[in-house]
């Protein structure tokens, strides 16, 4: 399948066609085939850049953030920080209306400042603006560790699975940047 071809090999320019043109039920069933057969030529550094650039729009195409979760756990090299066995506070701005939903993202970081830059900024943009978050991430929450591209970016990101978060807590607030007039 191609966008399971896109997704190993970190393939931006495939992605981006594939988020354009594709259905959910095939970003679903790329998924699902990923998991039963994680294929031995996967690039797991350059699939995990795309997902740092892509994962918000493959997220919404899978709709699915449990099946999500476990194509990256097979497609993302198995994170094994120094943190992995203890765990780690992480940070994420989140947009509120998405925190109330109970839908919250994949990608924390261990700095406050970047979350703080997403939480007043794209998810400001949105509803009823944007939240900061911090929880504590137990080591089997944690799926992937910042790579390369992450800390070039200098987002220190990880990628977690949300539902094993513990103790999330909503540390801050930001106002629609659209409603207060301050686009």
């Not at 703080?116 to 504590?136: H, K, R, T, Y």
């Not at 070039?152 to 629609?176: C, F, H, M, T």
Request: charged share 20%; aromatic share 8%.
């Amino acid at each position: 399948m191609k966008i399971l071809s896109a997704l190993i090999h970190g393939d931006r320019a495939g992605l981006q066609v594939f988020l354009e043109a594709e259905t959910a039920s095939a970003w679903h069933q790329a998924c699902i085939d990923l998991i039963k057969d994680a294929p031995e030529t996967a690039d797991p550094e350059a699939a995990h850049s795309c997902f740092i650039e892509f994962g918000h729009r493959v997220r919404e195409k899978v709709d699915d953030d449990r099946l999500l979760v476990s194509a990256l756990r097979q497609l993302l090299a198995k994170f094994a920080g120094t943190d992995a066995g203890r765990g780690m506070v992480l940070y994420r701005g989140e947009s509120m209306d998405r925190f109330q939903e109970g839908h919250i993202g994949l990608c924390w970081t261990t700095k406050r400042s970047v979350a703080e830059m997403f939480a007043g900024g794209l998810n400001a943009m949105i509803g009823q603006g944007g939240v900061l978050l911090q929880a504590s991430a137990p080591g089997h929450a944690l799926i992937a560790g910042p790579n390369a591209h992450s800390r070039w970016l200098g987002e220190e990101e990880y990628l977690v699975d949300p539902r094993l978060l513990q103790n999330i807590e909503l540390v801050a607030r930001y106002p629609n940047l659209w409603v207060s007039g301050n686009p």
